[in-house]
Protein backbone atom coordinates (compact mmCIF):
# COMPACT_ATOMS: atom_id res chain seq x y z
CA UNK A 1 0.00 0.00 0.00
CA UNK A 2 3.00 2.49 0.65
CA UNK A 3 4.37 1.44 -2.50
CA UNK A 4 0.87 2.25 -4.19
CA UNK A 5 0.86 5.45 -2.61
CA UNK A 6 3.92 7.01 -3.16
CA UNK A 7 3.94 6.08 -6.81
CA UNK A 8 0.31 8.15 -7.13
CA UNK A 9 1.73 10.97 -5.31
CA UNK A 10 5.03 10.87 -7.39
CA UNK A 11 2.96 10.91 -10.30
CA UNK A 12 1.07 14.09 -9.44
CA UNK A 13 3.97 15.59 -8.34
CA UNK A 14 5.56 15.07 -11.91
CA UNK A 15 2.22 16.74 -13.55
CA UNK A 16 2.26 19.45 -11.50
CA UNK A 17 5.65 20.16 -12.19
CA UNK A 18 8.15 22.63 -10.11
CA UNK A 19 5.63 24.54 -7.64
CA UNK A 20 6.13 28.66 -8.24
CA UNK A 21 6.60 30.81 -5.35
CA UNK A 22 3.98 32.26 -3.60
CA UNK A 23 2.91 34.83 -5.57
CA UNK A 24 2.76 38.36 -3.49
CA UNK A 25 -0.92 40.57 -4.63
CA UNK A 26 -0.21 44.42 -4.41
CA UNK A 27 -2.37 46.40 -2.12
CA UNK A 28 -1.65 49.23 -3.44
CA UNK A 29 -5.24 50.18 -4.14
CA UNK A 30 -7.23 53.26 -2.73
CA UNK A 31 -8.16 52.22 0.56
CA UNK A 32 -9.95 55.59 1.95
CA UNK A 33 -11.88 58.06 0.44
CA UNK A 34 -10.90 61.63 0.89
CA UNK A 35 -13.92 63.31 -0.24
CA UNK A 36 -16.45 65.56 2.59
CA UNK A 37 -18.95 63.26 4.64
CA UNK A 38 -21.69 65.06 2.21
CA UNK A 39 -19.95 64.67 -1.02
CA UNK A 40 -19.95 60.96 -0.47
CA UNK A 41 -23.99 60.92 0.43
CA UNK A 42 -24.37 62.84 -3.13
CA UNK A 43 -22.40 60.41 -4.80
CA UNK A 44 -24.20 57.59 -3.35
CA UNK A 45 -27.80 59.79 -4.02
CA UNK A 46 -26.27 59.46 -7.54
CA UNK A 47 -25.49 55.79 -8.13
CA UNK A 48 -28.96 55.09 -6.06
CA UNK A 49 -30.83 56.88 -8.60
CA UNK A 50 -29.19 55.63 -11.69
CA UNK A 51 -29.64 52.49 -10.73
CA UNK A 52 -33.29 53.57 -10.56
CA UNK A 53 -33.63 53.77 -6.82
CA UNK A 54 -36.12 56.42 -4.71
CA UNK A 55 -33.94 58.54 -2.02
CA UNK A 56 -35.79 61.03 0.65
CA UNK A 57 -33.65 62.98 2.60
CA UNK A 58 -34.65 63.64 6.58
CA UNK A 59 -33.00 64.60 9.74
CA UNK A 60 -32.27 62.23 12.86
CA UNK A 61 -35.65 63.20 14.46
CA UNK A 62 -37.76 63.24 10.85
CA UNK A 63 -37.20 59.18 10.14
CA UNK A 64 -40.42 57.87 11.23
CA UNK A 65 -42.27 60.63 8.73
CA UNK A 66 -40.17 59.58 6.04
CA UNK A 67 -40.05 56.14 6.51
CA UNK A 68 -44.03 56.83 6.20
CA UNK A 69 -43.52 58.72 3.21
CA UNK A 70 -40.90 56.26 1.63
CA UNK A 71 -43.92 53.55 2.25
CA UNK A 72 -46.24 56.04 0.13
CA UNK A 73 -43.45 56.19 -2.55
CA UNK A 74 -43.21 52.50 -2.68
CA UNK A 75 -46.99 51.03 -1.82
CA UNK A 76 -48.48 54.00 -2.44
CA UNK A 77 -51.15 55.80 -0.32
CA UNK A 78 -53.04 54.25 2.02
CA UNK A 79 -50.99 50.97 2.09
CA UNK A 80 -51.29 48.99 5.49
CA UNK A 81 -49.42 48.75 8.46
CA UNK A 82 -49.59 45.18 9.06
CA UNK A 83 -48.54 44.62 5.22
CA UNK A 84 -45.18 46.34 6.56
CA UNK A 85 -42.49 43.18 7.89
CA UNK A 86 -39.88 45.03 10.23
CA UNK A 87 -36.40 43.64 11.58
CA UNK A 88 -36.25 42.98 15.08
CA UNK A 89 -33.20 45.83 15.45
CA UNK A 90 -35.05 48.60 13.85
CA UNK A 91 -35.89 51.34 16.26
CA UNK A 92 -38.77 52.16 17.41
CA UNK A 93 -38.77 55.34 16.26
CA UNK A 94 -38.61 54.61 13.11
CA UNK A 95 -41.43 51.96 12.69
CA UNK A 96 -44.85 52.66 11.42
CA UNK A 97 -47.37 52.11 14.02
CA UNK A 98 -49.44 48.42 13.21
CA UNK A 99 -46.03 47.22 11.05
CA UNK A 100 -45.19 43.36 12.06
CA UNK A 101 -41.82 42.85 13.60
CA UNK A 102 -39.87 39.89 12.19
CA UNK A 103 -40.30 36.76 14.78
CA UNK A 104 -38.35 34.25 12.64
CA UNK A 105 -41.54 32.59 10.43
CA UNK A 106 -40.83 30.60 7.80
CA UNK A 107 -39.25 32.48 5.48
CA UNK A 108 -41.82 31.09 2.95
CA UNK A 109 -44.22 33.46 5.03
CA UNK A 110 -42.67 36.90 4.28
CA UNK A 111 -43.41 36.99 0.42
CA UNK A 112 -47.13 37.42 1.93
CA UNK A 113 -45.87 41.16 3.52
CA UNK A 114 -46.04 43.82 0.79
CA UNK A 115 -43.05 45.70 2.16
CA UNK A 116 -39.65 45.28 4.57
CA UNK A 117 -38.25 47.68 6.89
CA UNK A 118 -34.26 47.45 7.92
CA UNK A 119 -31.41 49.58 8.48
CA UNK A 120 -27.97 48.83 6.97
CA UNK A 121 -24.21 48.24 8.30
CA UNK A 122 -22.85 49.96 6.03
CA UNK A 123 -23.64 52.09 2.30
CA UNK A 124 -20.55 52.60 -0.36
CA UNK A 125 -20.84 55.42 -2.08
CA UNK A 126 -18.62 54.66 -5.30
CA UNK A 127 -20.55 51.95 -6.19
CA UNK A 128 -24.37 53.04 -4.66
CA UNK A 129 -24.46 49.74 -2.46
CA UNK A 130 -26.07 49.09 0.91
CA UNK A 131 -24.21 46.11 3.02
CA UNK A 132 -26.89 44.40 5.39
CA UNK A 133 -25.24 41.90 7.90
CA UNK A 134 -27.60 39.84 8.74
CA UNK A 135 -27.55 41.75 12.40
CA UNK A 136 -30.49 43.00 14.15
CA UNK A 137 -31.21 46.35 12.76
CA UNK A 138 -30.55 44.67 8.85
CA UNK A 139 -32.40 41.77 9.23
CA UNK A 140 -31.78 37.88 8.50
CA UNK A 141 -31.52 37.70 4.26
CA UNK A 142 -35.21 36.74 4.07
CA UNK A 143 -36.45 39.67 5.14
CA UNK A 144 -34.92 41.96 2.44
CA UNK A 145 -35.42 39.46 -0.33
CA UNK A 146 -38.96 38.29 -0.29
CA UNK A 147 -41.25 41.31 0.24
CA UNK A 148 -41.65 43.25 -3.04
CA UNK A 149 -40.89 46.83 -1.77
CA UNK A 150 -37.40 47.11 0.54
CA UNK A 151 -37.18 50.57 2.76
CA UNK A 152 -34.04 50.88 3.96
CA UNK A 153 -32.44 53.34 6.77
CA UNK A 154 -29.09 54.77 6.15
CA UNK A 155 -27.92 57.30 8.79
CA UNK A 156 -24.72 59.81 7.78
CA UNK A 157 -22.24 58.14 9.64
CA UNK A 158 -22.87 54.58 8.14
CA UNK A 159 -21.82 55.95 4.24
CA UNK A 160 -17.82 55.54 3.18
CA UNK A 161 -16.10 55.92 -0.20
CA UNK A 162 -15.48 52.50 -1.48
CA UNK A 163 -15.67 48.59 -1.06
CA UNK A 164 -11.97 48.77 1.19
CA UNK A 165 -13.42 50.96 3.34
CA UNK A 166 -16.74 49.01 3.75
CA UNK A 167 -15.03 45.81 3.97
CA UNK A 168 -12.89 46.81 7.16
CA UNK A 169 -16.50 47.61 8.99
CA UNK A 170 -17.78 44.76 8.06
CA UNK A 171 -17.57 40.73 9.78
CA UNK A 172 -15.76 38.78 7.04
CA UNK A 173 -18.06 35.85 8.39
CA UNK A 174 -21.40 37.67 8.91
CA UNK A 175 -24.20 36.51 6.00
CA UNK A 176 -23.36 39.61 4.06
CA UNK A 177 -25.98 40.92 1.40
CA UNK A 178 -25.36 43.51 -1.11
CA UNK A 179 -28.04 45.70 -2.43
CA UNK A 180 -27.68 48.13 -5.66
CA UNK A 181 -30.79 49.26 -6.58
CA UNK A 182 -33.90 46.89 -6.55
CA UNK A 183 -33.65 43.71 -8.45
CA UNK A 184 -33.34 43.40 -12.18
CA UNK A 185 -32.48 41.60 -14.69
CA UNK A 186 -32.35 41.50 -18.79
CA UNK A 187 -33.16 38.09 -21.01
CA UNK A 188 -30.90 37.34 -24.24
CA UNK A 189 -33.28 40.26 -26.26
CA UNK A 190 -31.96 42.99 -23.01
CA UNK A 191 -35.70 43.03 -22.03
CA UNK A 192 -35.40 44.45 -18.40
CA UNK A 193 -37.25 42.35 -15.56
CA UNK A 194 -37.59 43.82 -12.36
CA UNK A 195 -38.42 41.21 -8.64
CA UNK A 196 -37.07 38.61 -10.35
CA UNK A 197 -34.26 37.44 -7.31
CA UNK A 198 -35.34 40.34 -4.98
CA UNK A 199 -37.38 43.48 -3.94
CA UNK A 200 -38.87 45.27 -7.45
CA UNK A 201 -38.69 48.56 -5.47
CA UNK A 202 -36.12 49.73 -3.40
CA UNK A 203 -36.78 52.96 -1.29
CA UNK A 204 -33.48 54.39 0.75
CA UNK A 205 -34.01 57.22 3.80
CA UNK A 206 -31.06 58.85 3.87
CA UNK A 207 -30.30 60.63 7.45
CA UNK A 208 -28.34 63.96 7.27
Known amino acids: MTGAREEVLGRIRTALGERRPDVVVPRDYRTTDERSAEQLR ?18 PDEVGATV ?3 LDT ?8 ASVVVAPGVPAAWRPDGATEDDGR ?6 AFAATLTGVAVAI ?3 GTLVLDGGPVSGR ?5 LPDCLVCVVEAGQVVGGVPEALRRLDPNAPL ?6 SATSDIELER ?7 RTLVVVLVA
Not at 74 to 81: A, E, I, N, Q, V
Open 74 to 81: GLGPGWDP
Open 125 to 127: AET
Open 177 to 182: TMVSGP
Open 141 to 145: RAVSL
Open 193 to 199: VEGVHGP
Open 106 to 111: PAVELA
Open 42 to 59: EVLVDRLEDYKASVLHCG
Open 68 to 70: AAA
